[in-house]
């Protein structure tokens, strides 16, 4: 789970889904309310984690094996990857070149 870079406060699993949820390019702490960012590589594991198996699914699929199976092998690994989401996420404070933006 984040951890806020000011106030030190560590969010609930709802609080970092609520912040993955709204798309939004800065996160406020749900306690003090500073401004953050997700890390690069945080998005990079999550970007990683959801587009690979889409990639590779071709690869897999045979011809003995139904489209139903490996569309709930999908369902059951993309809600998986749903719930583990925020214990992956790892927050920084916004760059000083993008505050101004933050502040809107």
Known sequence: MPKC?????????KQSMRSIVTFSRFIGCPYCGKKQMLTSMTRISILLLVFVPYITMPYVI????????????????L???LIMMPFLMDVREVPKHLQKYAQK
């Open 62 to 77: 045979d011809d003995e094996v139904k489209g139903s199976a490996v569309a709930i092998g999908v369902a059951m690994y």
């Open 5 to 13: 870079i000011e106030c030190k406060e560590k969010w609930t699993w």
């Open 79 to 81: 809600l998986s990857l």
